[in-house]
């Protein structure tokens, strides 16, 4: 059993900062790519960054530039430094991670609300 766990999330203002910190647990033998999406009320949930075992990292068009994935293996974390935020990233943040036990397999954490004041 694997559990994903965001925090961070919570109220900032246009132009402001917030981190996000997602922290995996249970029976992993190591992790793959590691992501964040996000989800906004009515829309899809959509790719914002990913980061692969060996710190190869993608964004969102969206996000480039304002925000940045780091991970720590040792401690299976997966961060998300978000800068310079806009109204239109408010939403529910998720993290995504590959765990590989015996068999590759994707999880979800239960998300972390991110709310951006005009």
């Known amino acids: 059993q694997v559990q994903l766990v965001e925090s961070g999330g919570g109220l900032a203002q246009a132009g402001g900062s917030l981190n996000l910190s997602c922290a995996a647990s249970g029976s992993i033998a190591s992790i793959d790519n590691m992501s964040w999406y996000r989800q906004a009320p009515g829309n899809q949930r959509d790719l914002v960054a990913t980061i692969t075992t060996d710190g190869s990292t993608n964004y969102a068009d969206s996000v480039k530039g304002r925000f940045t994935i780091s991970r720590d293996n040792a401690k299976r974390r997966v961060y998300l430094q978000m800068s310079s935020l806009k109204p239109e990233d408010t939403a529910v943040y998720y993290c995504?991670?590959?765990?590989?036990?015996?068999?590759?397999?994707?999880?979800w954490g239960q998300g972390t609300q991110v709310t951006v004041s005009s």
């Open positions: 995504h991670a590959v765990i590989i036990w015996y068999v590759r397999k994707p999880y």
